[in-house]
Every structure is written in C-alpha cells, then in structure tokens.
C-alpha cells in the first residue's frame, strides 16, 4: 500500500548567519540569513527531485520559527509533522559559517544548546505518523544533541521500523558534539533498524575502530548487522575551492560494489550540505528505483558536486539538471551554457 510520504526525517532545524563573500566573522556588520540542518537538506534534495517529504521537528513559536517554517515550505517539505515551543526560553539553534580560501579553511561556531528541539517528545506526534512513510531518516548529528532528543530518536526509529518503513542512518560524525566513544555506544543500538547506512571511510576507523580498505570495512557492518545498502563518501580536498568527489555503495543483497569516475576540481561556493544532497541523492534512487544501487550511486554523487557549487546549506537542484550532470560527467564534457 502506497504510503503518505515517500521518506520523513527527524533533525534540527538551524539557523545559519554568514558573512559576504570571504570576509570573516570577526570583521564586518552583515550577517546573512538562511536555514539548514542535515536532516532538513536530505528531505529538501528528495522533495526537489521529486518524491514527497516531511521534516520532524521543533521550533520555537515566535518570527525566527515562522521564517525556517516558510523555508521548508518553499523547498516542497511537508511541514505536518512540525511542532512547536511557546515557552519564554523558546529558541531556535544558531550556526555562523564563514567561507575559506587557501590557505585559511572555512570556519563554524555553533550556538545550538538549549534548543527548542531538545525539548522533543513522543507524545509530541500522532500515532499515525509512524505509519505514514515509506522510509524515515536521521543522523548522528540529531543523536549526539541531548539525551531527550537522542530518546526520541530511537524510539522513533524503533515505531517506523515496526510499521514497515526502511530506515535510513547517516553516522554524520561531529566531534565537537560528542566523542567517538559516545557515538560508537548509540550508534551500535540502533544499528540493528537501519536497512540503509551512510558512513566515511574516516568515519569508521575513528568512530567504530575499523580497519582494512573500504570495501572491507562496509561489508563488515552489514555482516554484523542487517544492513541492506551501505554508502561511503569520497573527499579529496585540494583547497577550500577545489574538491574532488567520488563514493562506494555496497549492495548486501547481491554483494555487489558501485563506483563510477569521481567528479574532479569541483569548483566550491559552499561545501556545507554537499554530503546531506549525497544522502538526499541516493535516497531518491533507492526509493524511486526499487533499490537500484547504480542509479542510486550516479544520482548521489551529481547531486553532491552540483551541491557544492550553490551557497547556503539547502540544495536546488531538479531531477531534470542532475540528469544532464550525469550525462556530461559520464562523456567527459558538456557545454558551456544550458540555453
């Protein structure tokens, strides 16, 4: 039976304040103003390309919480499932982002504590949320901010799961939000759910002690666990503005392993949100292709590079200009203009 939304997400929703250009937070009066947060990137890139998504969340009830709510709207994200906080102390979590150029890296400063959505609850949704999506996804990012959001997200996973959803897991490692200890500790519990994992070859050495190539260590989580597709990232960085971009998906079904040519000298605007429009591509390829891994890993990687290219943490791209990324990448060549 065809489900109300093809994938929801549960994660915070933030608030990003960027400086012009490449000027820095210490200098200069002008802070731009833009919404992200992993969770909301994934479903924003699904919805983009063309399935119908949901975000789960919390925002404070007042300006700052309308304004991230006409956001999600504007990218074709359901807001359904969208709760909020009319408390005194009702805030929405603040991340400043300034852009870098060799040889000084791009620089972040959270201020993400105390949140309205660590202050999420079950009891916050209706029952029938769980039985209305095909697949639901979250991220360490959401697991490592409090001990009460952590709660609801195992649980949420553990009543998806129960009602037939796939899930999805994307490990999403932050260390300034907590250790590789910590995250190996949660991450193992829920494990066991996923059906769809993303994770870094770094990642996994330093989060779950793995060792070997990267075949070998995404074969091993799905012998350990029952994990369908695995799917690990690529990075190279050869300055802020020049990337290359490649990854791996591990097929447990057919044990079969995806790779195409990376997409080389990427030309970066804003990496921020380029691994959550990676997570955003393959979802969409799975879930409109019947967990076609091939399409799923060509789709990802566009998805990713073109993310790159365009400033703030939300993607923009529709399934009509990722279909001509794939094709100029796969013929080594494309066109100077699109017109």
């Known amino acids: 039976m065809k489900k109300a939304f093809e994938l929801l997400a549960f994660g915070e929703v933030l608030l990003r304040l960027s400086p012009p250009g490449n000027e820095r937070l210490v200098q200069g009066e002008t802070l731009q103003k833009q919404v992200g947060g992993a969770e909301l990137n994934v479903v924003s890139g699904v919805s983009l390309l063309g399935l119908r998504t949901g975000i789960i969340s919390k925002l404070p009830k007042n300006n700052i919480g309308a304004y991230a709510k006409n956001r999600i709207r504007f990218c074709g994200v359901s807001d359904d499932f969208l709760v909020y906080d009319d408390s005194q102390d009702a805030r929405l979590g603040v991340y400043y982002y300034e852009n870098g150029a060799y040889p000084r ?42 001990t009460q959001c952590r709660d609801a997200a195992v649980e949420m996973i553990k009543r998806f799961k129960e009602q037939g959803a796939m899930i999805s897991f994307d490990v999403n490692f932050r260390g300034n939000l907590w250790t590789g200890e910590e995250a190996e500790r949660c991450i193992r519990r829920i494990l066991p759910y996923v059906d769809i994992f993303f994770c870094s070859e770094d990642t996994a050495r330093l989060t779950f002690g793995k060792t070997g190539d990267v075949k070998s260590i995404m074969k091993s989580f799905t012998q350990e666990y029952p994990i369908s597709v695995v799917a690990s990232t690529q990075r190279i960085v050869h300055s802020p503005k020049i990337h290359t971009f490649s990854s791996v998906i591990y097929d447990s079904r057919t044990e079969a392993f995806y790779e195409e040519e990376p997409y080389r000298n ?23 292709q019947a967990g076609d891994c091939r399409r799923a890993l060509e789709i990802g990687n566009a998805a990713s590079a073109v993310k790159n290219t365009i400033p703030g943490d939300l993607p923009s791209s529709d399934l009509q200009e990722i279909e001509n990324v794939i094709r100029a990448h796969k013929v080594g060549s494309q066109t100077e203009m699109d017109r």
């Open 105 to 146: 890296k791009p620089g972040v400063v959270y201020d993400r504590r105390h949140t309205s959505v660590n202050k999420i609850e079950i009891s916050d949704f209706p029952e029938e949320m769980f039985s209305s999506a095909g697949c639901f996804h979250t991220s360490g990012i959401t697991l490592a901010l409090s």
């Open 266 to 288: 990427i030309e970066v605007i804003d990496r921020i949100g380029s691994g959550d429009a990676y997570v955003s591509g393959v979802l969409y390829g799975l879930l409109s």
